[in-house]
């Protein structure tokens, strides 16, 4: 008689290991890879087992709206990963943000967030939730003060991003947690920037974490996702009948991308953070460039902020090119392999330019508050070979000598 093969509980697996093994389930096939269950819907054995499973008395899905098996598998990898009790998968990361705030709030109540937020969330919070009688508070989200005279006795929860888009500033979660806390509200967290690997902040006190999946996590710019994580208890309360019932569901296909995503996540990241680093090394000592915004240089405003509070600077630099808009733009139409692209978190190197794209709908005076200069660009270090990545950089620079040099001639 063989012994059946040990099986071990995936939450004392070292993170690599959970990316690649936790969460798996295995169908009646043993395939090695993760299924793909493209179903909408379960066959039941028998009138009595619909009755039991509807009521709860039996395990199993049900209805791809409310669960899938390879949804399933993502979502418990992700727990996993950020340390969490609960997870619910959405069909992109503003599903996954509307409803990790909507879900808790009602008419009546407040809602606290840093003023430096990704444009659709600002959205959400600035004329979404009025709309349904939630008043709102913006802060500078890098000052505490500020967030403790925001606080009311209806304030129900904050919400901010860490680092934030685009320039990469630090706030403090763990003082922030404990200032919403002490007030009796939640503190909810778009780590997307940080990514689940450099900074985890449900250890830093924070009640809910949300990603957009569509980033880091696919990695390879596919497909759109989002992910919440939070206790049990939050979820339960929260989340769970929100998203059943008005159904902003991640397709099993984005999951199973997602999933078999995770198993590289760790390695894409770190091989993106060190090219990062050079790059941003790079940058700071080119004479076209008058700033550059990185949250693991010692020169980063809040550097010792994020070295407390993440394991590594991140994939993404900021910089700021002498010359403002024309430059900017001159510099990134001469780029050959890095593209331009709103989008971050990619497998490919790209660039943007916040103040005419992603904050093109703020006012000047606002983009001015936040830091957001008309020569400023931002860059999603990909996979690239870092010599080619700054090769391009440096020619696509040159491009402003030369530009310099006729202006002169
Ligand atoms: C910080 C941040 N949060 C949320 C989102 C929204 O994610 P999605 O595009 O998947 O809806 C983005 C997308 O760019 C983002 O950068």
Redesign the pocket.
């Known amino acids: 008689m063989t012994t059946p093969r040990k099986t071990r509980d995936h939450k004392s697996f070292r993170e690599a290991t959970k990316l690649v093994h936790g969460g798996s389930l295995r169908s009646s096939f043993d395939e090695t890879s993760e299924a793909l269950f493209l179903t909408q819907g379960y066959l039941y054995d028998t009138m009595e087992a619909a009755e039991a499973r509807f009521k709860g008395d039996a395990p199993g899905f049900i209805y791809s709206r409310y669960s899938n098996p390879t949804v399933s598998m993502f979502e418990k990898r992700m727990a996993l990963l950020e340390g969490a009790e609960a997870s619910r998968a959405t069909s992109?990361?503003?599903?996954a943000?509307t409803a990790a705030l909507m879900g808790q709030l009602k008419s009546g109540d407040h809602i606290v967030a840093a003023r430096a937020l990704?444009g659709?969330?600002l959205y959400v919070v600035e004329d979404l939730l009025p709309r349904f009688g939630v008043a709102s508070t913006l802060v500078d989200g890098t000052d505490l003060d500020q967030w403790r005279a925001a606080m009311r006795p209806n304030t129900k929860t904050a919400f901010l991003?860490s680092p934030t888009?685009p320039t990469l500033e630090i706030i403090d979660i763990a003082a922030v947690a404990k200032i919403v806390h002490e007030r009796g509200a939640t503190l909810v967290v778009?780590n997307?920037?940080a990514t689940p690997l450099m900074q985890h902040p449900l250890k830093l006190g924070a009640d809910c974490v949300v990603y957009?999946?569509?980033?880091h996590i696919d990695g390879q710019g596919r497909t759109?996702?989002?992910i919440i994580l939070a206790s049990e208890a939050f979820i339960a309360t929260h989340i769970h009948n929100l998203l059943r019932q008005t159904g902003p569901s991640l397709s099993p296909f984005n999951a199973w991308v997602m999933l078999k995503s995770l198993e590289t996540l760790p390695i894409r990241v770190a091989a993106e953070t060190r090219s990062a680093e050079r790059i941003a090394e790079f940058l700071a000592d080119h004479p076209h460039v008058s700033r550059v915004i990185y949250p693991g240089r010692a020169d980063h405003p809040q550097a010792a902020l994020a070295k407390r509070q993440m394991k590594g600077g991140g994939t993404l630099v900021t910089f700021d090119v002498k010359g403002g808009k024309p430059s900017a733009f001159k510099f990134a139409n001469a780029l050959s392999i890095i593209g331009i692209s709103?989008?971050?978190g990619d497998a490919k190197s790209l660039v943007t330019h916040p103040a005419t794209t992603t904050h093109q709908r703020l006012k000047p005076e606002q983009r001015a508050h936040l830091g957001i200069g008309d020569g400023l660009v931002r860059l999603s270090v990909g996979l690239e070979d870092v010599e080619d990545l700054i090769e391009d950089l440096d020619q696509a620079l040159g491009a402003l000598e030369t530009s310099k040099r006729r202006a002169a001639e």
């Not at 992109?92 to 599903?95: E, L, N, T, V, W």
């Not at 957009?212 to 980033?215: F, N, R």
Request: proline fraction near 0%; aromatic fraction near 8%; hydrophobic fraction near 40%.
């Open positions: 992109s990361g503003m599903a943000v990704f659709s969330c991003e888009n778009d997307v920037f957009s999946a569509t980033k759109l996702g989002g709103n989008n971050l």
